[in-house]
């Protein structure tokens, strides 16, 4: 499959698009506008929450229509990053049709994934994400669970030279590849990782999240509740748990809210993307990307009862 040309006008319509995502949400009104970071390797601002969607693979209306309400309030609402992958099913796609629709893509930071282990294959790969994404040119690709990284790197960032992909990434969400992963981040110097991180699963804080400051390069925090599969467990660990007191001082009105500026307080931290398919959750965190962070000694409370609840 041969790849499609980006245009000068795309590129440039792109280029001011993402010009004004920055300027969008850093122009709001003070006290509660959304916090962003920049990304180490260009100082192009992100929104501290955005999305993940390994629960995209739909088709029934009722589903594709909650989707759809997420991916129109998610830039309302000031975020911005959109994470998705071939893997989860027809995700890329639910995207790019509920996003055409919308005709909201230049509001949108638009991260996908490849899992390929030569480059033909990293090249259909990569035409397929753009077609059925709708898209000329992807804002992040990531190499999946850091499979095929040694030859996918190198093809990536021709990707970028031409004009297909914005930045470089690669991911994983099991800590036994966290020490793989600081290889790779030593020897490739990818714009961005991907990692595990939450307040139940610290590991990275020892591992990537140190190292990818040093290196100055962007963290992306998945599974910040602990991943779909456990997500529920957690939740059930607090649910009958009112908020501790130290919640106020951070203006957290929710748990999830708390799971998340715990994340999002960890300096090295650029952005998390909670898997999120309903708006009632996207309103609920996008509140986690306003107001004050807990400082290190707040972090450590927020670890101490965590630890301490039972389960
Ligand atoms: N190796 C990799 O590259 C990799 C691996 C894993 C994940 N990821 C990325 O990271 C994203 C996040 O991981 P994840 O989705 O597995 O796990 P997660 O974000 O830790 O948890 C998602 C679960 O939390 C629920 N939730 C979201 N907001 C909530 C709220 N405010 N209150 C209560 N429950 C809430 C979601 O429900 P609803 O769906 O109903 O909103 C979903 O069941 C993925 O979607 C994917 O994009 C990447």
Redesign the pocket.
């Known amino acids: 499959m041969s790849l499609p040309r980006v245009s000068r006008r795309e590129a440039a319509l792109l280029s001011l698009s993402a010009a004004l995502l920055g300027g969008t949400t850093r122009g709001r009104a003070a006290d509660r506008a959304v916090i962003t970071r920049p990304i180490p390797s260009t100082g192009e601002r992100l929104p501290v929450i955005g999305?993940?969607?390994?629960?995209y693979d739909v088709s029934s209306a009722q589903d594709i229509a909650e989707r759809k309400a997420v991916l129109a309030q998610l830039p309302q609402l000031g975020g911005s990053v959109v994470?998705?992958?071939p893997l989860?099913g027809r995700s890329e796609e639910v995207i790019g049709e509920i996003v055409a629709g919308l005709d909201n893509r230049a509001r949108l930071f638009i991260a996908t994934?490849v899992i390929a282990r030569d480059p033909a294959s990293g090249e259909e790969s990569l035409a397929h994400s753009l077609k059925v994404l709708r898209t000329a040119r992807l804002d992040l690709m990531?190499v999946?669970?850091l499979i095929g990284i040694e030859v996918m790197l190198p093809l990536m960032r021709q990707w970028q030279q031409s004009g297909h992909i914005r930045y470089t990434g690669i991911?994983?969400?099991?800590p036994g590849d966290h020490p793989r992963m600081m290889d790779y981040m030593r020897s490739l110097k990818p714009d961005f990782v991907?990692v595990?991180y939450?307040l139940g699963n610290r590991g990275a804080a020892d591992t990537v999240l140190p190292l990818a400051q040093q290196l100055g390069i962007g963290v992306i925090a998945?599974?910040?509740?602990?991943?779909?599969?456990?997500?529920?467990e957690v939740?059930a660990r607090v649910a009958d748990k009112p908020l501790p007191s130290l919640a106020a001082e951070i203006q957290v009105t929710?748990?999830?809210q708390f799971f998340l500026k715990y994340v999002l307080s960890h300096p090295a931290v650029t952005c998390t993307?909670?898997?999120?398919?309903?708006v009632?959750?996207l309103v609920?965190?996008l509140h986690a990307a306003r107001g004050p962070l807990p400082d290190a000694a707040l972090r450590r409370k927020m670890e101490q009862l965590w630890d301490s609840l039972p389960g």
């Open positions: 999305i993940g969607t390994n629960r994470d998705t992958a989860y994934k990531q999946h669970n991911t994983t969400s099991n991907q595990d939450s998945n599974t910040p509740f602990g991943g779909r599969r456990n997500a529920a939740f929710s748990w999830s993307v909670p898997g999120t398919t309903g009632a959750h609920d965190n």
